[in-house]
Every structure is written in structure tokens, then in C-alpha cells.
């Protein structure tokens, strides 16, 4: 269930700081705010727990959420199971 139509996109308070935005190094925590238009062409670092990850905000992302675009997850394969030949010959 996404957020009510009649509420407004959720932005942390550190988009309201006009020198936020004014760095050229803008780092984000909040994984939960929405992207907003005043981002366009700006390069952003998300955090995802671990380390900051570099996004560029193009138009066609506006509206979405920061965490869209990092995964925090770290997605592992499980090794395949080797039938071993235990290496003798039948003659």
C-alpha cells in the first residue's frame, strides 16, 4: 500500500537547507525520501549501510525513492554441489 494521494511526497528535513543543495557533494541517508525535481542534473550519494553509491538524477526518476535506486542487499549463490569421482578405474 503506497502513501495517500492527498499527502505530500515525503522529504527528510535536510532538503529544506538551502545549503544542502548548494554542495556539489550532496550525501544522502534517508533511503525513504522522494527524489524531488530540484535534484534534476545533480549527481547524489545515496547510503546503503555499507557505502555511499553515486547517482545521477535524471527527470525520468523524479518522484521515485532514493532506496529504488541502491540495494542494501548483498545477493549470494549458493556453490553447486560437485559430484566428486573418487578417482579409480575399473579395469
Not at 535524471?58 to 535506486?69: H, P, Q, S, T
Amino acid at each position: 500500500m503506497g502513501r495517500s494521494k492527498w499527502k505530500i511526497p515525503f522529504l527528510d528535513l535536510c532538503f529544506n537547507n538551502k545549503n544542502f543543495l548548494a554542495n556539489k557533494n550532496i550525501k544522502i541517508w534517508s533511503r525513504k525520501s522522494v527524489i524531488p525535481a530540484s535534484l534534476i542534473g545533480k549527481q547524489v550519494s545515496v547510503y546503503n549501510g555499507q557505502k555511499f553509491k553515486k547517482i545521477l538524477i535524471n527527470r525520468d526518476i523524479v518522484g521515485y525513492k532514493f532506496g529504488d535506486f541502491c540495494s542494501s542487499k548483498k545477493y549470494s549463490t549458493k556453490p553447486k554441489l560437485i559430484k566428486k569421482n573418487n578417482g579409480s578405474k575399473s579395469k
